[in-house]
Every structure is written in C-alpha cells, then in structure tokens.
C-alpha cells in the first residue's frame, strides 16, 4: 500500500490517515508539485510547436528566403525576399513569422545602417499585411503580387521621406517594388507544386518556368559564398549547365550556360566575362552527349580551356577549373534514374513531330468537344421530358372533379346562409342534388340556362331561384375560361418541349461533324521545302493540309512581290510538276503596300469541269417568296440550292431564305448534306408554333469528276439537256419543317461537257394548269438551242409568264447551269 502511495502520491494527498496506522513519511508539496506539471506541460507543448516548424513544407521555404534576401538585382534591389514571404507565408502565421526571421538574418549578412532600417520596416509592414489581409481565393493570382508592389512601395517611401528625400532613390524604390510584384507571381506557381510536391515528370511549362527563376535567385543568394576559395554559385552554374547538356544536347546546354553567364550581369549590373566561357562550354558538352556523362564533361572542360586562354588572370582560371571538377564529380554522383524523372526528354524543332503524335492530340480534343456538345444535348432531352412529363400530368380536370367543385360552391357557399338548408341539403338531398344536376346539364349544354328552363319542383321550393342561376352561369363562365387557358398552357409546354427536343437534335448532329480529321503532310512538306529551294522559291512557310476524304490544301507565305502574281506564275506550275497534279491559287492575302511583307496564299487541286450559271426571278407580289443559292465549296465541288417557301411575299420569302442560307454556311463548314438537312428542318420546326415549311431543291456538282448530286425535298422536278434530248428527274419527298424525322434520298447523274442542267420553282411549272404541267417546260427545252445559261433562264421566265398570259400563280425561278471542262 505504501509503494502504491509513492507511486501516485496525488491521489491520496488530501486523505485522512487510518486509525491504528502510522502515517508513512512522504515529501509532497502541492504547490510545487502543479509548477512540476505545469512546466511538463509546456515543454511538450513547445515539443510538439517544433516538431511541427520542422517539417519540409516550413523548412525548406525558411532556407529559401535567407538566399534570396542576399540575391541583389543589379547590386541595389531585393526584390527576391518580399515576393518569397508574401508567395509561402500568406494567411500562414507560422510560417510566415519563421520565413522572417529568416529573412531578417540573411538581411543583415548584406545591408547596414539607412538600406537595413528600410528594408526591415518593408519586411515586417508586408509580414502584417499577409495575415490580416485576406483575397478572394480567385483574384489571389492578381491580387498578392499587387498587395506586394504597394506595401513595398508606400512603407520605402516613406522611410525615404523622414531620412532624405532622392528622385535617384524613389526610382529604385518602383523598379524594386515592381520586380517584387512579378517575382511573387512566379513563386506562387512555385509554392504551389512544392505544396503538392509534384514529380518532376508531371511538371508544365510554368512548373519549369517557375523553378528556374527559384534556382536563378539561390543562385544570386550565394554570391560572394565560398567554400576554400571556390565560389557554389559557380559551382551550382556549371552543374546546371552539365545536366542540361546531358539531357537535352548542345541547344539545352548553350541555353543554360546563356543564363548562367547572364546571372553575375543581372546581380551587380556589369558584364561579366563568363557567359561566353559557359554558352560555349554548354554547347561543347551537348556535342559529346552521346559518349555519356564522361564524354559531357569531357566537352565542357574542352570549351572551358579553350576560352581560359584568353582570360588574362590565371588565379580565375586555376579556381576556374577547380570548380568544374567539383562540378563533374556531383554530376557523376547523381542518380541513373535522372533522364525519367525530369519532364522535358527531348527539345527540337516542330518540324520533329511525328504525324501519330498530332492525330492523337487532335483526337482528343476532338473527343472531348464533342463529348461536351453531345453532354449539353443530354440536358436539353432532359429538360424536353420535365416539360412534357408536366404537360401531361396537368390534364383538364375530369368531370367528377367538376361536379365536386360546382356542389360545393352552391351548397356551401350560395346555400350556407339559407334559412331551407336543413330542408333541402339535409332532408331531401338526393331531390336537390338531382334538380341542381338537371340545370348543370342544361348549362353546359346551351351555354347559359334560364329561369323558365328549370325543373318546376325547384322553382317552387326554392326561393332564391333567380340568384341561384345567376351564380351557376358565373360558375360555367369561369370554368370555361379556366380550361381554355389550362390547354393554352398545356399546348405552350408541349411546343417547348418539342423545340428543346429540336435544340437536342442539332447540336447531335453538330456533334457527330467534330470528327472531320486534318493533318499536316510532315514528309510532303520537308520534301516540297527542299525542292523549292533547289529551284529558287524563297517560301518562308509551306505546309500541306489533308483534310476530310484526302483532300490537300497547301498554305505557304513567302515575300510580297510587286506585280502580286507571282505565287500564281512562278509557285503554283512548281508545285504542280513536284506532286504530279494542277494546282492553282484559290485564296491569297497580299500586303497593303505592293512589294512590302509578306503574301498568304493558298494552293488546291484544280478544278477539271466548270460550272457557268444564269438565274431569273418573277414574283407574284412585290417580294419573292423564291431564294437560291450558288457557290464553289472547298472541297471542289459547286453548290446550287433553290428553295421556295410556303404561300408568297415577305413571310415566303423569310422561310426560303433561311433555309437556304443555313445549307450554305453548313456546308461551307464541312458538314455532310445529311446533317445540314436535318438541321435545317430542326430549325424550321422551332421557328414557330404556325405551320411553317419550304421546300429545297439542291444539286451538288463535283468538279473534278463531273458527277452530280440531286437532292430533292418537295421541289419541283429539274431537266437535264444534252443536245436534243431532256431528262426530268423527280422528287416524291415532303417538303422541309414538317415532320421531325426526315428522309433525305439522294439521285446521282453524270455530266459530260456542253451538259445544260436546269432547276426551277413550283410556279413555272404551274404557269399550265394542265396535268402534266412539267410537259411543257420539257417541250420548249428540247426545241430551244442556247448555251449561255443566263439567256435560257430568262426565256424559261418569259415563256412562263406568256403561258400564264402575264398573271403568274405562284413565285417563279429558273437557274440553268453549263458544264464545260476547264
């Protein structure tokens, strides 16, 4: 019992002794006891407080900050230690006290005296700032590094105020703030992926970015740090360049040995004489690459001995050398692994880029455009549902509900405050219900019921027939005008959701056009540079396209020349005889001023048949309802459409219109006939709830193989002259914004030269009422002997209007069209 009592002395301190038992000797003072605890207390608090600053994410921020508060920037700015505390201690007390203090002592290795006090009082200015100032999560981008150029702007200039006011000085107070501001930016991309403790494979061109300009500022820090006489930031230089050589050739080495050399310039503002020395030993290092690690280093000391002959101090070159072997010796320390866990493996030009590489990158954006379209259409079928889900539960209200609504206002409402209400609803309720059904069915029938219609019983029994009848008028009135407005409602949610339903279909059909596939011809084009250069072409650009079914497209930029043709005299015959096919220009872009800058052109295929065209138009009112179209597609083929909308005049013509200028813009896009089709008559069906429809008469003719394309939507039939005879081709197809579903049938023909092919409205062929209306048009067309297409439509227009004798029906429009070979 006693060795329990030493152990746990506290919980028996306040207990009296047994009786009979001899009170065991023991030294416990509370008072001292609780300040034995107390202190316990705190130095596991202040344990855990340490352990948690000594974790990496605090240390190697505080390591940081004492480097970069020596890294001058043109041996009067600091810019580096402000943007480190403001980008690693923001809304961090812990850290940001700890990054501070840090910067205080690596501040007073640097400055003394008026530039220490200014520094300090910015520093400690910015260090209350950070945590008491808290920015939206989305502006901090912007708004930390603009809180740092004003803190340090306005605490320096202060300071400056109450020592001795200098323009000299105010300036370098702005450029320091401003650097500052930048330099925050960069180390919040910095303290980003060290928060995330990225792998250096994972890291993006900013990571990189970001890294660089940290290692450029630990690199400024430890200027004038020496270890036995050799420099680290020069040592720390001639890894970096090392490294650089080894994984990315001569390029990446001169790269880092240019930014190497420029670090001692940008720190005390005078050019130094290593950048040449490490530019040409990173390329001489990057040439030896291929004999490994050994062979790199054995490259960098070649330029370095090469260029010490000319530096005149050999105490430099002696510690010069020493520093490269200390150099060589940690980069053959470093890890095998090295090549797999750096982001970048190779750097070349584009023109490296294999073809595999870009399909694949462009099926994936692809992909991802037309998961997203294909995602938003999902929402529109859903939110077509919701409406037609809530049209169809909000059904009229059934009969029984009527007859519960009408009971209820009469006996309740009208007969409540009767002095017979016992008497009729009460003691003869089935006569009363039975005589008030009676005159419902009456007013529901005639629309309005009398006194004089009404059962004789009830008039006799009640006493406030008359005002009884005017309520169930009232009561019908408004049950009439309520239903009428519940299936206005219900017919305006039906029209919504079919027009979301039309939205849906759309932007499928838009979804399923994303795959059109181009790539750029890498072989064709190294091949075609080469040879143009043999011939004397200056082309500055020159790129293959292949687009869709094979179709080339070559964009090439080379100097403006003054008469502006020579990419058609002297380019386009070179390229033709290189890839064994007539190519001409079928876009250019010349300079303003002639012979300055540069010319953008483009060279296709050329186009083996021709398509001459001619058109004629008559209305039967002011505006005609006819509207057509006639264009030369990219991928070389020519366009004709002719739609005539419903009735005639303004609201004809608006129906045709759109139709017609929608297929061309789709089609122009690179959209298949198919889908501008079935876009079209989506829009037509959501252009209004009245009945709205045209119909499209279109033709397509390739113009490198002659064949051509009919696609007929309830238009009239087209002719097909070939000397003396006529072919008629029709259309049994509804028109267009009709019905949801649309079959789009397509007739093929081929076209030989000197072929007249001709396309008209409904109204010329209605000019005869006769049964066979389209006799007539082929009668004078096998009679008639004219190539030019311009003056047959205009004899089709007159010859219909001298049928019609003057009066036409309808809308009339003729385009005739001649093949001939180019």
């Not at 605490?155 to 323009?167: C, E, N, R, V």
């Not at 300055?596 to 483009?602: Q, R, S, Y």
């Not at 051509?708 to 009239?716: E, N, P, Q």
Request: glycine fraction near 8%.
């Amino acid at each position: 019992m006693l060795e329990k009592l030493q152990i746990y002395p506290y919980q028996r301190i306040s207990e009296t002794p047994l009786p009979g038992k001899h009170k065991p000797r023991r030294r416990v003072f509370k008072p001292n006891h609780k300040i034995n605890l107390d202190t316990r207390t705190i130095l596991t608090a202040a344990a855990n407080h340490l352990n948690s600053l000594l974790t990496l994410d605090r240390l190697l921020p505080a390591a940081l900050i004492i480097f970069m508060s020596r890294a001058f920037v043109l041996g009067e700015l600091l810019p580096f230690v402000y943007a480190c505390l403001t980008a690693f201690g923001y809304r961090d007390k812990t850290r940001s006290l700890l990054l501070a203090f840090c910067a205080v002592i690596g501040l007073f290795t640097v400055l003394q005296g008026t530039s220490l006090g200014s520094a300090l009082i910015a520093l400690l200015v910015l260090l209350g700032v950070i945590n008491y100032i808290k920015i939206p999560a989305d502006k901090i981008w912007w708004g930390l590094p603009l809180l740092t150029t004003a803190v340090i702007f306005v605490s320096k200039t202060l300071f400056m105020f109450f020592s001795a006011i200098s323009f000299y000085q105010e300036m370098v107070i702005v450029f320091e703030a401003l650097i500052s501001g930048v330099l925050t930016f960069v180390f919040l991309v910095a303290a980003d992926f060290i928060k995330q403790r990225k792998p250096l494979a994972t890291f993006s061109f900013e990571d990189i970015a970001a890294g660089m300009i940290l290692g450029i500022g630990i690199i400024m820090g430890l200027n004038e740090v020496n270890i036995g006489g050799l420099s680290i930031a020069a040592i720390l230089c001639r890894l970096g360049i090392l490294i650089a050589a080894f994984l990315w050739g001569s390029g990446g080495g001169t790269m880092v040995g240019v930014m190497a050399g420029i670090i001692p310039s940008i720190a005390s503002s005078i050019f130094a004489q290593s950048l040449g020395i490490y530019a040409i030993s990173g390329l001489l290092a990057g040439l030896f690459r291929n004999f490994g690690r050994l062979g790199v280093i054995i490259g960098y000391m070649l330029g370095t001995l090469a260029l010490s002959l000319f530096v005149a101090e050999t105490q430099a070159t002696v510690l010069g050398m020493w520093e490269t072997g200390v150099a060589s010796i940690l980069f053959l320390l470093l890890p095998a692994s090295l090549k797999e866990k750096l982001p970048v493996q190779t750097l070349g030009p584009i023109s490296s880029l294999r073809e595999k590489d870009l399909s694949l990158m462009d099926f994936r954006v692809k992909d991802t455009a037309r998961n997203r379209i294909e995602h938003l259409a999902t929402v529109f079928d859903e939110l077509s549902s919701t409406f037609a889900e809530e049209s169809y539960s909000r059904h009229p209200i059934g009969e029984s509900a009527y007859l519960a609504y009408l009971y209820d206002e009469i006996s309740a409402s009208f007969c409540g405050s009767c002095s017979r209400y016992e008497e009729c609803w009460v003691k003869n309720c089935y006569t009363t219900s039975r005589e008030i059904l009676d005159i419902f069915s009456i007013a529901e029938s005639a629309g309005e019921v009398n006194y004089e219609q009404c059962p004789v019983s009830f008039r006799r029994r009640c006493i406030y027939g008359r005002e009884m009848l005017a309520t169930i008028n009232h009561l019908f009135d408004n049950l009439r005008i309520n239903e009428y407005w519940s299936g206005k409602l219900t017919e305006s949610r039906s029209l919504v959701s079919q027009q979301l339903q039309g939205i849906s279909r759309v932007m499928k059909n838009l979804a399923r056009e994303i795959d059109v596939k181009t790539v750029v011809d890498f072989e064709l084009r190294e091949r075609l540079q080469k040879e143009c250069k043999k011939r004397g072409l200056d082309l500055k650009e020159l790129s293959p396209m292949r687009c869709g079914e094979q179709q080339l497209y070559i964009n090439s930029v080379m100097p403006a020349c003054a008469a502006g043709d020579e990419c058609e005299i002297q380019v386009a015959p070179v390229i033709s005889g290189l890839l064994g096919e007539k190519m001409e220009v079928s876009d250019k872009r010349c300079p303003k001023i002639a012979g300055k800058g540069h010319c953008e052109f483009t060279l296709t295929r050329a186009f083996n048949y021709q398509v001459i065209s001619g058109a004629a138009q008559v209305g039967k009112e002011e505006v005609c309802g006819d509207s057509f179209t006639i264009a030369t597609l990219k991928e070389g083929k020519e366009l004709v459409a002719l739609s005539d909308g419903m009735g005639v005049g303004e609201k004809a013509c608006s129906e045709s219109r759109a139709a017609v200028r929608l297929l061309e813009n789709l089609l122009s896009t690179g959209f298949d006939r198919e889908t501008a089709l079935k876009t079209i008559n989506s829009v037509l069906i959501l252009r209004s709830a009245s009945e709205s429809f045209a119909t499209l008469d279109m033709l397509m003719v390739d113009l490198y193989t002659g064949e051509l394309d009919f696609i007929k939507v309830g238009s009239a039939p087209s002719f097909i002259k070939r000397g003396k005879k006529v072919g008629v081709i029709n259309s049994n197809s509804i028109p267009i914004g009709i019905l949801d579903n649309l079959d789009v049938v397509s007739e093929k023909r081929a076209l030989c030269p000197h072929d007249m092919v001709v396309m008209v409205s409904d109204g010329v062929l209605e000019a005869s009422r006769d049964a066979s209306s389209e006799l007539w048009l082929r009668d004078f067309l096998v009679d008639v002997d004219e190539k030019d297409p311009q003056v047959l439509a205009e004899m089709i227009i007159h010859k219909a209007l001298s049928v019609c004798k003057g009066n036409p029906h309808d809308d009339m429009t003729a385009i005739c069209m001649y093949i001939e070979l180019n």
